[in-house]
């Protein structure tokens, strides 16, 4: 796999601004992934904490699906890898855990997000409601809310991939 990741157009109106942002983001993510076995991205590298690669993309797969469909559209979308007992579920990896199934889960709720998200103009609010806020959100702030924690995650990301094998870059 060769991620394609492209900064979106200088001149791009606000929308497609924030959408090819937030792509960026997302395609950064991958690529800070591309070319590792399952153990490296299994593999917590910069001590102490637990933190990897396969976990940050089981917890983006939670974050999109949280924002995109429970509180854009006011799906009954339960969380994919954690739980009210385990709330970092999504974070916690084991051996069974693999990147073609956690990629896949992935992709899979960006492209339900892309869907859900061209049903809205960016200053329409969402069906759905904040779990313990109970606030309602425009989709302009969604989009940069997402793009504010693939960014956030993606320096993590680029912490751990330089401990694994030394790869840097932006």
């Not at 591309?34 to 940050?56: C, F, I, K, M, W």
């Not at 809205?120 to 969604?142: I, Q």
Request: aromatic content about 8%; some cysteine.
């Amino acid at each position: 796999m060769t991620t394609d990741r492209r900064e979106p157009a200088t001149d791009a109106d606000e929308r497609a601004m924030l959408e090819g942002w937030l792509d960026y983001h997302r395609s950064t993510l991958a690529w800070k992934c591309e070319g590792l076995t399952d153990a490296q991205l299994r593999t917590a590298s910069v001590s102490p904490s637990s933190l990897t690669l396969l976990g940050l993309v089981r917890h983006m797969a939670d974050v999109e699906r949280g924002w995109y469909r429970r509180v854009l559209m006011d799906e009954d979308a339960g969380p994919i890898h954690y739980s009210e007992a385990d709330p970092d579920g999504d974070f916690r990896v084991t051996p069974a855990d693999n990147w073609k199934e956690a990629y896949a889960t992935w992709q899979e709720e960006i492209a339900v997000a892309r869907r859900n998200a061209a049903g809205f103009a960016l200053d329409d609010m969402s069906r759905g409601r904040h779990a313990r806020t109970g606030e309602r959100f425009s989709l302009r702030w969604l989009h940069t809310h997402m793009i504010e924690e693939y960014a956030r995650h993606n320096g993590h990301a680029d912490l751990i991939r330089e401990a694994l094998d030394g790869a840097t870059g932006d």
